[in-house]
């Protein structure tokens, strides 16, 4: 059984700072692409940022510059420093896992989401 368990969401003023973890526990063989997504009240989830098991990384152009997507492959897990937040990064954030486990089935798995909320 394998889980992704977030952590590191909460309030914070507009201009702050957060980190985000997605830790993936369970049997794994190895972990391919790893992401975060968000989803904001009444809109659909949207990407933010991509991370490929080498460390190739893409962002979503609403928050190039602010934040950093990074893995450490050695504990299975995933993070996402936010700076510079606006009220507008308001929202569930949702890590996203691209893994393959120990008999070679490929599969996708999604965490629980923590809640980021940006406000003064």
């Known amino acids: 059984q394998v889980q992704l368990v977030e952590s590191g969401g909460g309030l914070v003023q507009p201009g702050g700072s957060l980190r985000l973890s997605c830790a993936a526990s369970g049997s794994i063989f190895t972990i391919n692409d790893m992401a975060w997504y968000r989803q904001a009240p009444g809109k659909q989830r949207e990407l933010v940022a991509t991370?490929?098991?080498?460390?190739?990384?893409n962002y979503a152009d609403s928050v190039k510059g602010r934040f950093t997507i990074d893995r450490d492959n050695a504990k299975n897990t995933l993070y996402l420093q936010m700076s510079s937040l606006r009220p507008e990064d308001t929202a569930v954030y949702y890590c996203n896992a691209d893994l393959i486990l120990p008999n070679m089935l490929r599969n996708v798995y999604w965490g629980q989401g923590t809640q980021v909320t940006v406000s003064s």
């Open positions: 991370i490929s098991s080498a460390g190739s990384t």
